[in-house]
């Protein structure tokens, strides 16, 4: 046989392997099982990924032929995606095996007329905002209640200072009579026991001894098949109970229940109201029957869903393998698969052969889409600073729009950090998460506050930042032991104003090396130091003072970086500057003229090899004047500079929707963050995680939550940050204008002075 043949033989094979296999995407708690199936002859090649979000972004680029969706995951895709990719078949639950996974529909008394208008002055019965047993997401939870109430406008209303929620239930309480509307109306609690509060009525059918948490009305005996706990049969109840002008808003598989089993004399008492305004009669058919004769809110099932080219090998494949849509049992690798991928038991495999598209397969969710869409409070404008942040900003924007957070979030890119808070600055963008390097600059610069502080790992002291003052250990030997001695040395600093250089401002203080009635921190370190670098100084993107001293001395060392042929000087605040960033700082520091360096001890050792340093030829110097007891980088937390968290969500001081931001921070924690990731989580995507495999987006992936900035209780770091920046602005606020300011401010008000002259002199 010649090479040729054997080379064709060879393509063959791969080319038949390649077809009859399948990449399926699935979730890290399967990935080292799933690649035992392979072992077991199963044609499956694994592909893990962080979350289903991420498998949407195999999908798209080919990457995964197959994976499996949630309900509100296939509304998703069919809103934003509504023609890329394939659906394969549906995944129902096997006692319930309707045409939709369930429907939300509304039940009023059958002599009921006016339409949805017709609501306005009724008792609603609601099975409350932390119904999970159905799936409902907020939209649909509210859906009603935005048809009917117009929740989603409020023209004559003043939104400034309020919350989404409280203009929510403002217009809800002033539309119905009375409600049970029971579980949290905000996900931050203190909003939410305002509203219960400042709004009781809608709680008043909750019964008696209730604290609007759930319904403890009497429910009389218990009926076979009719579980009275079940929050939809109690909402049913409530209307039962509270005659004539009430309604309730409850899934079509309980009203069944509730009419065919537990009340069924009472039907001819009660219909459905559609969208449109018409009624249903509650017939023996119509109750019989899995699919209501009208629906508010009617959800697709979750799907299989495969790349349109990889479609229908997919559907053949699926068939084969589960041939009656149920898990063939046995130990098999077929088994294993449904069993992680589909589910256990309870689950059906219905094949689509028409092999819909997203958007076809969810026309049933068919709502205004985001750009069109009304709201009370505007979209809160996030600023991302990369394409990868973008979009996955985007997923964000999708998917919290399609559970029915608000407000909505709108994203847009800037080319890097400053120009982002100074978008915020001036009104341009909203909000943003920084790392705390930046929180001295955006407060004292751009006069933004945080909204919330990061949390972070506990036990992993990476992820906090920690700043430590590093001298050459050569020096330790009688010259430098102290921070006196740093005086007329030569310092390196990752970013001028950034958070080593507001450390080291501090602990300058505290040793009184700095007066601290000096609050020029530009001259004050120029002016200490015989030569520096401190990349940005010379930007108007880090003034911190207005000044007249001349910064060029803090950057004296910066070199530019090789590849850059411009002059020998730079005060570049990024990667073109040699010196810039915490490894740019250790860099310097290598330099044989440079005495010390302030820098951030997470991934030292990195910056350590790369500018060929050993730790120990380093030693700290600590907070405390002493020098650490012994050479290297590991330093204790006594010997810090400091010791804070390592990022924050910044947003405008004095933003009037800034509790509207809070709380929407609050949503996207519960519904994406740390603990949602789960079973029940509607949208599994995770917002402190890597997205389509690229960290640190939006957030760092150090993060496991966010924590309100004033709550210093919760950590020794955040009660640090805030600390160190009390002590930074407490001079700022207390100082005698510098004389360049001065002058500056002499000047201004002869011109003022001025300026008021003429006016007068032109007005009389
Ligand atoms: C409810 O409506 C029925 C028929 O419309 C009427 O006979 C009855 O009196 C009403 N009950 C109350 C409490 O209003
Ligand atoms: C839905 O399917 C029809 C054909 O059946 C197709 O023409 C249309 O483009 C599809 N729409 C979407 C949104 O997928
Ligand atoms: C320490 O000081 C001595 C004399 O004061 C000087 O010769 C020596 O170069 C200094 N060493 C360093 C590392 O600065
Ligand atoms: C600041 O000083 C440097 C050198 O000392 C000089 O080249 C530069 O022109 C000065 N800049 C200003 C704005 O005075
Ligand atoms: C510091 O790290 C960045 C990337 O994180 C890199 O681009 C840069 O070249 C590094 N600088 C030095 C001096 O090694
Ligand atoms: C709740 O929201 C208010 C208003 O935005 C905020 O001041 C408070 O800190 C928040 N509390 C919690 C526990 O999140």
């Given at each position: ?87 394969v078949a549906s995944i129902k639950d096997i006692l319930s095996n309707g ?572 519904y994406f963050g740390y603990n949602a990731a789960n079973a029940k989580q ?83």
């Amino acid at each position: 046989m010649g090479w040729k043949k054997i080379l064709l033989a060879v393509t063959l094979i791969a080319g038949v392997t390649a077809q009859n296999e399948f990449r399926v995407c699935v979730p890290p708690s399967f990935a080292s099982q799933c690649q035992g199936l392979q072992s077991l002859g199963s044609p499956i090649i694994c592909d893990t990924v962080e979350s289903r979000l991420d498998c949407i972004m195999r999908l798209n680029r080919g990457d995964s032929d197959f994976g499996v969706f949630s309900e509100e995951e296939m509304v998703l895709m069919g809103h934003n995606q509504p023609n890329d990719n394939r659906v394969v078949a549906s995944i129902k639950d096997i006692l319930s095996n309707g045409s939709y996974a369930f429907e939300a529909v509304a039940v009023v008394p059958a002599s009921h007329t006016g339409g949805l208008e017709g609501l306005r002055g009724m008792k609603y019965c609601h099975p409350g905002l932390d119904e999970t047993e159905a799936r409902w997401s907020p939209r649909v939870l509210k859906t009603l209640e935005r048809a009917a109430a117009r929740t989603d406008r409020c023209p004559d209303m003043d939104t400034n200072g309020k919350t989404a929620e409280e203009i929510e239930v403002q217009t809800l309480n002033s539309f119905f009579g009375a409600a049970c509307r029971p579980g949290p109306w905000s996900a931050n609690s203190s909003v939410d026991a305002d509203l219960k509060s400042r709004f009781p009525n809608l709680c008043s059918l909750c019964g008696s001894n209730g604290d609007c948490s759930k319904y403890s009305i009497d429910m009389g005996p218990n009926i076979a098949n009719v579980d009275n706990n079940n929050r939809h049969i109690q909402a049913l109840e409530c209307m039962r109970s509270n005659e004539n002008n009430t309604f309730a808003y409850v899934a079509w598989q309980h009203v069944r229940t509730y009419f065919n089993v537990r009340n069924p004399r009472i039907r001819g008492s009660y219909a459905l109201l559609c969208e449109d305004g018409s009624l249903r009669p509650l017939t023996v058919e119509a109750t019989n029957s899995n699919i209501s004769p009208c629906s508010f809110v009617r959800q697709p099932w979750s799907a299989v869903v495969a790349t349109t080219t990889r479609a229908s090998d997919v559907s053949a494949a699926l068939k084969t393998w589960w041939p009656t849509g149920t898990n063939p049992g046995g130990v098999s690798w077929q088994s294993s698969l449904y069993n992680n991928l589909i589910g256990g038991a309870l689950s059906i495999i219905s094949f689509e052969d028409s092999l819909p598209g997203p958007g076809n397969y969810s026309q049933s969710r068919n709502f205004t889409a985001i750009d069109a869409s009304s709201s009370c409070i505007p979209a809160r404008r996030w600023c991302t600073i990369s394409n990868e942040e973008h979009n996955k900003c985007s997923w964000v924007r999708a998917s919290a729009y399609t559970l029915g957070i608000e407000p909505t979030i709108s994203c847009q890119m800037r080319n890097n950090i400053f120009e982002c808070l100074s978008d915020i600055k001036d009104n341009a963008a909203d909000f943003i998460a920084t790392p705390s390097n930046y929180g001295y600059l955006s407060r004292q610069h751009y006069k933004l506050s945080a909204v919330k502080l990061v949390q972070n790992l506990r036990g992993n002291p990476n992820s906090f930042s920690r700043v430590a003052a590093f001298v050459k250990e050569s020096a330790t030997q009688g010259n430098i032991t102290r921070f006196e001695n740093l005086r007329g040395k030569k310092a390196c600093f990752p970013e001028f104003g950034g958070i080593s250089y507001v450390a080291f401002l501090r602990t300058a203080h505290e040793r009184s090396i700095i007066s601290s009635s000096d609050c020029d921190y530009a001259r004050a370190v120029g002016e200490f130091f015989d030569g520096a670098c401190a990349p940005g100084a010379l930007a108007a993107s880090h003034e911190i003072v207005q000044s007249s001293y001349n910064a060029t001395n803090l950057c004296s060392l910066c070199k530019p970086a090789v590849n850059v042929n411009d002059s020998n000087f730079t005060c570049a605040f990024d990667y073109t500057n040699m010196y810039y960033g915490n490894n740019g700082s250790i860099n310097c520091l290598a330099d044989p003229t440079t005495d010390v360096a302030f820098v951030e001890l997470d991934g030292i050792q990195a910056h350590l090899d790369a500018a060929k340093l050993q730790a120990s030829d380093l030693r700290a110097l600590c907070r405390d004047n002493t020098l650490a007891p012994s050479a290297g980088v590991q330093v204790p937390d006594s010997c810090l500079l400091a010791s804070v968290v390592d990022s924050e969500v910044l947003a405008r001081r004095n933003d009037p929707l800034a509790n509207s931001l809070n709380v929407l921070l609050d949503n996207l924690d519960s519904y994406f963050g740390y603990n949602a990731a789960n079973a029940k989580q509607l949208i599994n995507l995770e917002i402190y995680s890597p997205f389509d495999k690229v960290s640190d987006l939006l957030f760092r992936n150090t993060a496991i939550g966010l924590t309100e900035p004033s709550d210093n209780a919760i950590n020794a770091e955040a009660r640090n940050y805030n600390e160190l920046f009390r002590h930074l602005e407490s001079c700022t606020g207390s100082t005698p204008p510098l004389p360049g300011l001065a002058t500056k401010n002499f000047f201004s008000l002869v011109t003022l002075l001025g300026t008021a002259l003429i006016t007068r002199f032109v007005l009389y």
